[in-house]
């Protein structure tokens, strides 16, 4: 089979390569994926560029988690029904050396999930870290109907489907963004109002636009860089679910800035979701998608004979929405 891989963590173009692998044995309990597309997420990009001094993990990594594809063959245990199921698929290359970013993949069947009809593959390898990250994200803050909601990063791929998701359980949603164009897409995916955090005080827009009760809940793309807003807008008792800190990884903050308003703060990892969060995610995604009420923002689409331009445009931060590889065409802009 066709795939990238990498045997040292470094820039791109000098690490990346495409070769032939062996099709990988169905494991017990397992299903063989043709992968149709491979989601590029922040996560991949800086385990390869090895961010924060990261190692190799194994001595050859076929990068990514995300994907979709049609299944092709199942393990032992696994019922013969799943043959030809179309799936989105998480948690790829996660704790084993092999991703979606081949034509094929052997997982776990469980990580292999449902994908309806009218869902693109395309769309489906959107799911397993941005999709279940916003899901959670937003669901640790509990009820939410009826509350005011902080989602920094509107546009996003955490943050497009964060806002959705928040509306459709019955938030109201305050989103920050640093362009006209990705307000426009933040205001698009259900956004009450939009924050240029660029060149406006967010702080002071926030409690301007909740008249001056701040907001029960915050899903956070950078918490060491917005700590200070966060702790400035946050409701007494209310809830931080935080899921980055790219830009400051080390984290100095005002303790009872947080602690004098009983503040619960989450650090989410996706990746480590229980297996009741997993199922809530997975369960509740499905049923929005099947509904045709959760909207999908694909920014760039690449082939896989293009995976380091893909990189290196996840590691540019450019590009609004999600970046895919597309195992089946050429290379496009969406």
Not at 60 to 88: F, N
Not at 89 to 100: K, L, V
Not at 127 to 145: E, K, M
Not at 207 to 223: L, S
Request: negative net charge.
């Amino acid at each position: 089979m066709k795939a990238a891989s990498y045997t040292e963590v470094g820039p791109a173009k000098r690490v990346l390569r495409l070769g032939e692998h062996s099709i990988p044995e169905v494991p017990s309990g397992g299903v063989l994926v043709k992968v149709c597309a491979s989601g590029v997420n922040p996560s991949d990009v800086k385990r390869r560029a090895g961010w924060l001094n990261a190692l190799m993990e194994y001595p050859e990594v076929i990068p990514h988690s995300d994907g979709a594809g049609v299944i092709m063959a199942v393990g032992d245990s696994v019922s013969k029904k799943r043959l030809d199921e179309r799936v989105w698929i998480y948690n790829g290359q996660w704790e084993r050396a092999m991703g979606t970013a081949a034509e094929y993949i052997a997982l776990p069947s469980e990580h292999a999930v449902h994908l309806h009809d009218n869902v693109g593959f395309i769309e489906g390898a959107c799911l397993g870290v941005p999709a279940c990250t916003a899901y959670h994200c937003v669901a640790s803050g509990g009820d939410l109907r009826g509350q005011q909601v902080l989602v920094h990063g509107g546009a996003g791929a955490v943050g497009a489907y964060a806002i959705q998701i928040a509306v459709l359980s019955g938030a109201r949603v305050i989103a920050t963004c640093s362009t006209k164009e990705k307000a426009d897409l933040a205001l698009a995916m259900g956004a009450a109002v939009t924050i240029n955090y660029k060149n406006q005080d967010v702080a002071e827009e926030v409690m301007a636009e909740t008249d001056g009760k701040g907001v029960q809940h915050i899903v956070e793309v950078d918490f060491g860089q917005n700590a200070e807003i966060d702790a400035a807008v946050i409701k007494s008792r209310g809830s931080i679910a935080s899921y980055s800190s790219t830009l400051k990884p080390r984290v100095e903050y005002d303790y009872y800035g947080f602690g004098y308003k009983g503040v619960s703060i989450e650090f989410v990892q996706v990746y480590l979701l229980s297996t009741n969060e997993r199922l809530a995610a997975v369960t509740r995604l499905n049923q929005w998608m099947a509904e045709g009420v959760l909207t999908h923002c694909i920014g760039h689409v690449f082939s896989l004979e293009d995976i380091a331009q893909a990189h290196e445009a996840q590691e540019s931060g450019k590009v609004i929405g999600n970046i895919v590889l597309n195992l089946e065409k050429e290379s496009t802009s969406v």
